[in-house]
């Protein structure tokens, strides 16, 4: 049976980053294909005639197309964007979409998951990296390593600024992400490597399937490849020229392969794409006198790239952080190209070390320049490896990603349906928070006993109603509070921890459904006792509701003030 699929993608092509948009683009087309009714929501860049916010529709090789000019890719914005969730209700009604595919959203927004889940049968995310947890996507740290630590993102970047002048733990950011990509009906990871990595990082396994991207066979060409006219070994790096690929690892090796005038006319190497650093390595390349046998060719359309594959012996892959399924790989594996790449994340999975390729260091650019000069002296070498791919490319067709992502959408699909994360979560505010309570946030971690995950999410977030759902308690950090959010606790049998004062000593006194604390040190020993005994938080939330009256009674008329929502 046909299914009514909406496809969403922070980027889509034409413009498109990486390898997710273009797995994202793939299986659209192979689900039309196969007589589903696929339309997609993505995320474009802003332009003064597309401002941020602006949406416009098109036809992109017979899909269509709605993309939406994003507000922001910054950290503070990137995550939340309730006007990008009410234009992906919108589409939603207008083509009757009954599944909700995602892939990545950093810059839509994470909220846009609990709003589709709201209005669907069934929703899907595709993780293509670590954005559900990690908002540099990369778990690289400033220093270069990997970070080992979930709980620890304050050490990479301690605040964000959702609006101007209010400044908050990065702790309610990654919650809050956490939370909504949790509440997906299925997480789909390519590689066990991911899978792995998003359940240390607490999410539930039994909500994953591991599930390769696969590639496209029929585009890549299945013959044995051409040698060198020259007999030179050609090598091809490709990817994106930003540190986290390791393109400065590349460098270095270069230079100690181009200093052995022996190997001088024995190999060329072509590094395809573009980035942020392709400046710096084009003078690089001058500097270090590599122009001779490196060419930086920019970036190419798919087909060229694949033809640039074709004409190369050897792929290179030297990034220094855990990717998930590198797109190059996979075709490297299609095109029987010997593979180089390091020993880190996805890539084990994919490089037979010393079959189809080898598997080296990341960040050592003395061992990626020893196996190219294997392969520079010994050119059968590549051959051999390139046909060990050869032999084994069926076993990465996309068609039978394809066969079970039809399944695993279908809205009826059994054995899937799963209750969402019910993990507690505390829900913060009003005002900017002290000093205390942000460091109490930040290592707070540190303090908890084992087994007692919580979410720590801003108020302003938990304005989509499922949210609501999960809260244990309302936490308030200033006297100023909010009595509107006060009251919505209260009346939904959430009991509030507030710090003293005559309104809230009244209603705890007399009703119990407030929890009031002198200190932050207090604060965190409610905390700890709320999460750690589930009973205490039964009895807390029926006296919750008993104060729900009286704080209706007592609260101001500015309590019940309604505000129109902002554009964008």
Same mark, same amino acid.
């Given at each position: 049976?046909?299914?009514?699929?909406?496809?969403?993608?922070?980027?889509?092509?034409? +413009?498109?980053?990486?390898?997710?948009?273009?797995?994202?683009? =793939?299986?659209?087309?192979?689900?039309?294909?196969?007589?589903?009714?696929?339309?997609?929501?993505?995320?474009?860049?802003?332009?003064?005639?597309?401002?941020?916010?602006?949406?416009?529709?098109?036809?992109?090789?017979?899909?269509?197309?709605?993309?939406?000019?994003?507000?922001?890719?910054?950290?503070?914005?990137?995550?939340?964007?309730?006007?990008?969730?009410?234009?992906?209700?919108?589409?939603?009604? $207008? =083509?009757?979409?009954?599944?909700?595919?995602?892939?990545?959203?950093?810059?839509?927004?994470?909220?846009?998951?609990?709003?589709?889940?709201? @209005?669907?049968?069934?929703?899907?995310?595709?993780?293509?990296?670590?954005?559900?947890?990690?908002?540099?996507?990369?778990?690289?740290?400033?220093?270069?390593?990997?970070?080992?630590?979930? *709980?620890?993102?304050?050490?990479?970047? &301690?605040?964000?600024?959702?609006?101007?002048?209010?400044?908050?733990?990065?702790?309610?950011?990654?919650?809050?992400?956490?939370?909504?990509?949790?509440?997906? *009906?299925?997480?789909?990871?390519?590689?066990?490597?991911?899978?792995?990595?998003?359940?240390?990082?607490?999410?539930?396994?039994?909500?994953?399937?591991?599930?390769?991207?696969?590639?496209?066979? /029929?585009?890549? +060409?299945?013959?044995? %490849?051409?040698?060198?006219?020259?007999?030179?070994?050609?090598?091809?790096?490709?990817?994106?020229?930003? /540190?986290? %690929?390791?393109?400065?690892?590349?460098?270095?090796?270069?230079?100690?392969?181009?200093?052995?005038?022996?190997?001088?006319?024995?190999?060329?190497?072509?590094?395809?794409g573009e980035g942020h650093l392709r400046s710096k390595v084009e003078t690089q390349l001058k500097e270090r006198s590599l122009t001779g046998n490196v060419h930086c060719v920019g970036r190419l359309p798919r087909s060229g790239l694949l033809e640039l594959l074709r004409a190369s012996d050897v792929s290179v892959l030297t990034s220094i952080w855990p990717e998930n399924e590198p797109v190059t790989m996979l075709e490297a594996i299609a095109s029987g190209t010997a593979q180089i790449a390091t020993r880190i994340g996805g890539n084990a999975a994919l490089v037979e070390h010393m079959r189809s390729g080898f598997l080296i260091t990341p960040g050592d650019p003395d061992e990626l320049a020893h196996v190219m000069r294997r392969y520079i002296l010994d050119p059968t070498l590549a051959s051999q490896h390139g046909a060990r791919n050869r032999e084994r490319r069926s076993e990465f067709d996309e068609r039978r990603t394809i066969d079970k992502l039809e399944g695993i959408l279908a809205p009826d699909h059994h054995g899937q349906a799963l209750p969402v994360s019910r993990a507690p979560v505390i829900i913060c505010g009003t005002g900017i928070p002290p000093h205390p309570a942000v460091a109490?946030?930040?290592?707070?971690?540190?303090?908890?006993?084992?087994?007692?995950?919580?979410?720590?999410?801003?108020?302003?977030?938990?304005? /989509?109603?499922?949210?609501?759902?999960?809260?244990?308690?309302?936490?308030?950090?200033?006297?100023?509070?909010?009595?509107?959010?006060?009251?919505? $606790?209260?009346?939904?049998?959430?009991?509030?921890?507030?710090?003293?004062?005559?309104? $809230? /000593?009244?209603?705890?006194?007399?009703?119990?459904?407030?929890?009031?604390?002198?200190?932050?040190?207090? @604060?965190?020993?409610?905390?700890?006792?709320?999460? &750690?005994?589930?009973?205490?938080?039964?009895?807390?939330?029926?006296?919750?509701?008993?104060?729900?009256?009286?704080?209706?009674?007592?609260?101001?008329? &500015?309590?019940?003030?309604?505000?129109?929502?902002?554009?964008?």
């Amino acid at each position: 049976m046909p299914h009514r699929i909406l496809l969403v993608s922070n980027f889509f092509p034409p +413009h498109t980053i990486g390898g997710a948009e273009i797995v994202a683009f =793939r299986q659209a087309r192979a689900l039309i294909a196969r007589g589903h009714q696929v339309v997609v929501l993505a995320g474009a860049e802003p332009s003064d005639a597309a401002p941020p916010g602006w949406l416009r529709f098109d036809i992109y090789e017979g899909l269509p197309v709605y993309r939406l000019s994003l507000r922001s890719l910054s950290p503070d914005l990137n995550f939340y964007w309730p006007a990008a969730a009410r234009r992906l209700r919108a589409i939603i009604a $207008a =083509r009757g979409s009954d599944v909700v595919h995602f892939h990545n959203v950093m810059g839509l927004g994470a909220n846009l998951i609990p709003a589709a889940r709201s @209005a669907v049968s069934r929703c899907v995310v595709t993780l293509h990296d670590h954005w559900g947890f990690c908002f540099r996507n990369t778990r690289l740290r400033e220093n270069g390593a990997i970070c080992e630590n979930h *709980d620890e993102c304050a050490g990479c970047l &301690s605040t964000v600024e959702p609006r101007a002048q209010v400044e908050l733990p990065m702790r309610l950011r990654r919650d809050f992400v956490a939370w909504c990509v949790a509440q997906a *009906d299925r997480l789909l990871v390519p590689s066990a490597y991911l899978a792995c990595a998003y359940t240390q990082a607490g999410f539930s396994s039994d909500r994953m399937t591991v599930l390769s991207n696969g590639i496209d066979l /029929e585009a890549i +060409h299945d013959a044995p %490849k051409d040698t060198a006219p020259d007999g030179a070994v050609r090598f091809l790096w490709s990817g994106y020229l930003g /540190e986290h %690929k390791g393109i400065s690892v590349l460098l270095d090796a270069l230079t100690q392969l181009v200093q052995d005038q022996a190997l001088s006319s024995r190999w060329q190497l072509t590094i395809a794409g573009e980035g942020h650093l392709r400046s710096k390595v084009e003078t690089q390349l001058k500097e270090r006198s590599l122009t001779g046998n490196v060419h930086c060719v920019g970036r190419l359309p798919r087909s060229g790239l694949l033809e640039l594959l074709r004409a190369s012996d050897v792929s290179v892959l030297t990034s220094i952080w855990p990717e998930n399924e590198p797109v190059t790989m996979l075709e490297a594996i299609a095109s029987g190209t010997a593979q180089i790449a390091t020993r880190i994340g996805g890539n084990a999975a994919l490089v037979e070390h010393m079959r189809s390729g080898f598997l080296i260091t990341p960040g050592d650019p003395d061992e990626l320049a020893h196996v190219m000069r294997r392969y520079i002296l010994d050119p059968t070498l590549a051959s051999q490896h390139g046909a060990r791919n050869r032999e084994r490319r069926s076993e990465f067709d996309e068609r039978r990603t394809i066969d079970k992502l039809e399944g695993i959408l279908a809205p009826d699909h059994h054995g899937q349906a799963l209750p969402v994360s019910r993990a507690p979560v505390i829900i913060c505010g009003t005002g900017i928070p002290p000093h205390p309570a942000v460091a109490l946030i930040e290592h707070i971690h540190d303090h908890l006993l084992p087994g007692m995950p919580a979410r720590f999410i801003w108020h302003e977030w938990a304005a /989509e109603s499922e949210v609501w759902n999960d809260v244990a308690l309302v936490w308030l950090w200033d006297r100023n509070c909010s009595y509107s959010l006060f009251n919505v $606790a209260l009346r939904r049998g959430v009991p509030v921890l507030a710090p003293i004062s005559d309104w $809230a /000593e009244g209603l705890s006194r007399h009703y119990g459904g407030v929890i009031l604390y002198r200190t932050y040190l207090e @604060a965190f020993a409610a905390l700890r006792s709320l999460l &750690s005994v589930p009973t205490l938080r039964t009895e807390f939330s029926w006296r919750a509701r008993a104060g729900s009256a009286a704080s209706t009674f007592l609260a101001p008329a &500015s309590a019940f003030t309604l505000r129109s929502e902002a554009a964008v």
